[in-house]
């Protein structure tokens, strides 16, 4: 039981740190009235995109732990730009969000194995080492402390202060917001550009800790995970903080399941069977809170002509 233990803690953390910061990424741009259908793809590329600053940041300077850290935090600030790209799109384009999403769903699969590709052919090159992200247990519960912090921010920024009431407000009634001189595209773009550098943050988490590596395809239904967490928590932070958990430990635990005799079939699908019933117990019961419920323009059709 202490073996399990010791494994578990900090293997959690990785798992817990990459879903969570992904869900909560998706919920403050669907809090915004956005479709976040583009998650998986975006998710796929910031990947590839940590994996390549990874390997460019080691030749440029050396390997180590501040290039690890740029490459982290690169991949944070690129996702966070399309993302606010992503919203923006959203909102002054007269175009179904769901066009728009699936189209970045499937751009940032292809420019996840374009960039994951590049960043193959240069480690081919120079053969630069990448320090990969550790974490011992003890390291392990600041990470957890860590996660839960950024979730407090959030939830107070959302619920508290006027900037998070204003992003709510647009996922309410984006037209009623523009009617009284403010810019809906402003404030979408804002939510893009924090649930971009979740999402990314997430992303690089996945191949630099998580991982430990890059391959054709990877990341790919991780968003989904992400998105799944999001729903199933009601698109509130302290409550996709505790539904992250089972999420994070259904997956670590895969490889258990596995050599205790389950069919690789039936426990890869695993976690994303949790989240299909997650999801239908939430969309059951979800309508009994307001605070809880789905934002009234969330996947409606906005876009900036309408606010003149």
Same mark, same amino acid.
């Given at each position: ?13 990785? $798992? ?5 910061? %992904? =869900?909560?990424?998706?919920?403050? *741009? ?21 994996? %390549?600053? $990874?390997?460019?940041?080691?030749? $440029? ?38 066009? *728009? ?10 420019? @996840? ?6 960043? &193959? ?5 120079? &053969? ?10 003890? @390291?392990?519960?600041? *990470? ?6 950024? *979730? ?16 709510? =407000? ?33 992303? =690089?988490?996945?191949?630099?800790? &998580? ?11 991780? @968003? ?8 199933? @928590? ?43 019933? =997650? ?20 996947? &409606? ?8």
């Amino acid at each position: 039981m202490k073996e399990l233990l010791e494994w578990l803690i900090p293997t959690l953390a990785s $798992a817990y740190a990459v879903y969570t910061f %992904t =869900a909560i990424g998706s919920t403050i *741009v669907e809090r915004s009235g956005i479709l976040n259908l583009a998650i998986d793809g975006l998710f796929v590329l910031s990947s590839s995109l940590a994996y %390549t600053y $990874a390997i460019y940041f080691s030749i $440029a300077l050396q390997p180590g732990t501040l290039a690890t850290f740029l490459s982290v935090v690169f991949t944070a600030i690129t996702t966070a730009l399309l993302y606010s790209a992503y919203t923006t799109l959203n909102t002054v384009l007269p175009v179904s969000q769901g066009a *728009v999403g699936l189209s970045f769903m499937f751009v940032g699969y292809g420019l @996840g194995a374009i960039v994951g590709n590049l960043g &193959r052919v240069s480690f081919s090159l120079y &053969r630069v080492r990448v320090e990969y992200i550790g974490v011992a247990q003890s @390291g392990a519960i600041f *990470v957890y402390l860590l996660v839960v912090l950024v *979730v407090a921010v959030v939830h107070l920024v959302l619920y508290k202060l006027k900037l998070g009431v204003l992003v709510r =407000a647009v996922g309410e009634d984006p037209r009623l917001v523009g009617q009284t001189g403010i810019s809906v595209v402003r404030a979408r773009f804002l939510s893009g550009l924090v649930s971009g550098m979740l999402i990314g943050l997430g992303g =690089a988490l996945f191949t630099l800790w &998580r991982v430990g590596g890059w391959s054709q395809g990877q990341g790919l239904n991780h @968003g989904w995970l992400g998105y799944a967490i999001s729903i199933a @928590g009601w698109r509130y932070p302290p409550l996709i903080a505790i539904v992250s958990v089972f999420f994070s430990l259904a997956y670590v635990l895969l490889p258990y399941l596995q050599s205790a005799g389950l069919p690789v079939e039936v426990s890869t699908s695993a976690p994303y069977a949790i989240s299909i019933a =997650a999801m239908v117990v939430v969309s059951i019961t979800h309508r009994k809170s307001v605070t809880l419920l789905d934002p009234k323009s969330l996947g &409606r059709a906005f876009f900036i002509e309408e606010q003149a």
